[in-house]
């Protein structure tokens, strides 16, 4: 209701713009990763150090032969988990984008938007 009065008081064809969180993005890639569901894992498997650290961003565990779960895991992981993310955010898997549901377009995934500890365990960052 509230994004269908928002939309209402657009005035002289402007676009709206939104921005959704992505809570529980690490736990829909981790369940994915341990239950070998999700089919988009599985093509980027192909990349063996993207797959590599997007399971790294998932599951809060450094690589093999890492320490941290640092800046170039995020660097190295930052294709495959944008389109998760997207996946994700497509199939409203979460109350923000079910917000915005048939109304909106997913225009970009923004990598490492919110680097906060709290919102990186959620969703690696992306928003």
Not at 18 to 46: F, M, P, Q, T, Y
Not at 65 to 91: I, M, P, Q, Y
Not at 92 to 120: C, M, Q, R, V, W
């Amino acid at each position: 209701i509230l994004l269908s009065e928002a939309m209402g008081d657009i005035k002289g064809g402007a676009t709206p713009v939104g921005v959704a969180r992505l809570d529980g993005l690490c736990k829909w890639i981790s369940d994915g990763i341990r239950k070998g569901d999700n089919a988009l894992l599985e093509e980027l498997r192909e990349d063996e150090k993207g797959y590599g650290a997007v399971e790294a961003i998932a599951t809060d565990t450094p690589r093999a032969g890492h320490s941290v779960v640092g800046f170039g895991t995020f660097r190295d992981g930052k294709e495959g988990w944008e389109k998760l993310a997207r996946d994700f955010a497509v199939k409203e898997l979460n109350t923000e984008t079910k917000l915005f549901g048939s109304k909106g377009i997913l225009n970009t995934i923004e990598h490492l938007a919110d680097d906060s500890p709290e919102y990186i365990k959620s969703a690696g960052g992306a928003i």
